[in-house]
């Protein structure tokens, strides 16, 4: 079945410093791909998506392209800030009425 | 727009309660509704889903059971709670029939069997 690996960290950064979150994914088809924010004690946000391959999604900074040759979608920001602390999940959707999760990273930003 | 609501926020139960977990989605008809627990620590596993009225999907099955009595409305309840049941429980709504199925989400509650 369809899945979503994703590095499971957690990731420590110093503010301002380059962030890098890889994601990979195993699908039939043509997948819809997502990037989900989880600040601490809130439900998740959708931070940006990608619906069809070379797309790139974009939103608060970050950005992550859909690369079907290497079936991956990582989520990357030039630079980060103390209020980007987050749980981050990657996700697809193959056109059903679920999304696969990946397990999520933990993103820690110092000041 | 459509915005989504859960309560209660917070719920502290003793082992062997009921529970009921209400959601409720405003603003758009028809949705796809979703309900997630994340134990602690833990990623997202999807409990139910529900693509209308009185139709329930299962994805795990345990102690817990869902409803969907009206259209935006969700409740997930137990008649006994487990201490593994504690986690944080989050709805979703998305879209019926849509291309990419996104979702969004609930605040969530913090449930804690104890």
């Known amino acids: 079945g369809d899945s979503v690996t994703q590095m499971e960290g957690p990731v420590t950064l110093s503010e301002e410093a380059f962030l890098t979150i890889n994601c990979t994914y195993t699908?039939?088809?043509?997948?819809?791909l997502f990037w989900y924010v989880q600040y601490p004690g809130e439900g998740l946000q959708l931070l940006l998506k990608a619906t069809k391959a070379d797309d790139k999604g974009s939103n608060k900074g970050f950005e992550a392209t859909y690369r079907k040759e290497t079936t991956s979608f990582h989520l990357e920001k030039g630079s980060v800030q103390v209020s980007d602390s987050a749980v981050y999940f990657c996700?697809?959707?193959?056109?059903?009425?679920?999304?696969?999760f990946g397990k999520g990273t933990k993103l820690t930003v110092n000041p | 727009s459509q915005t989504i609501h859960q309560w209660p926020a917070t719920l502290v139960q003793p082992v062997g309660s009921p529970l009921s977990l209400e959601c409720t989605v405003e603003?758009?008809?028809?949705?796809?509704l979703y309900w997630y627990r994340q134990a602690a620590g833990r990623g997202l596993q999807l409990l139910f889903y529900s693509v209308g009225i009185g139709q329930i999907s299962s994805e795990v099955p345990q102690n817990l059971s869902a409803s969907r009595p009206q259209d935006r409305q969700f409740i997930l309840s137990s008649k006994k709670l487990l201490l593994s049941d504690s986690g944080f429980y989050l709805c979703a709504w998305s879209v019926a029939a849509s291309s990419y199925n996104e979702q969004f989400f609930g605040p969530g509650t913090r449930l804690t069997v104890l």
């Open positions: 603003g758009t008809s028809n949705p796809n």
């Open positions: 699908a039939t088809g043509y997948p819809s």
């Open positions: 996700a697809l959707s193959d056109h059903t009425e679920k999304l696969v």
